[in-house]
């Protein structure tokens, strides 16, 4: 039992000093790369809002083009979200949308049809035109 005692003495665990050291030198590090993290965030939104906006063109220009063959073309049409949803089967195009999209329209968001073309859409505050 005396033997335990005398080598749990002689251990010796951090100094103080060093725990300080290790903490500054994990705060530089931290310092150095909360920058570079919060840029790979910024990008990654980026991305994620023009794929977005990419399958809100597809869906709105496949509805465009389903109506155009059912000889109801929608030409110059802007077709701005309202919030409100249409009751009854009969959908808006801007619901049809976003159905089709599996995406959330917000009410700022819009779509410039010219002869059943889609060719211009605002989205999460960007605008993206189309020939």
């Known amino acids: ?18 725990l300080i050291v ?22 990654a ?20 083009t389903e109506n155009y063959g059912k000889s ?3 030409t110059k049409v802007t077709a701005i979200y309202s919030g409100a949803k249409t009751a009854g089967a009969e959908k808006t195009f801007i619901e049809a949308v976003e159905e089709l999209s599996d995406i959330t329209l917000a009410t700022e968001d819009s779509i410039t049809l010219t002869d059943s073309v889609v060719t211009a859409i605002h989205f999460d505050g960007q605008d993206y035109s189309f020939n």
């Open 45 to 64: 939104n980026e991305k994620s809002s023009a794929a977005q906006a990419r399958a809100v063109y597809v869906s709105a220009q496949a509805i465009a």
């Open 1 to 18: 039992m005396l033997e335990r005692l005398i080598k749990a003495r002689n251990k010796k665990g951090f100094t103080l000093v060093e």
């Open 72 to 74: 109801k073309p929608l």
């Open 22 to 43: 290790v903490l500054v030198i994990m705060a530089i590090l931290a310092a150095i790369m909360v920058p570079a993290l919060l840029g790979w965030i910024d990008k």
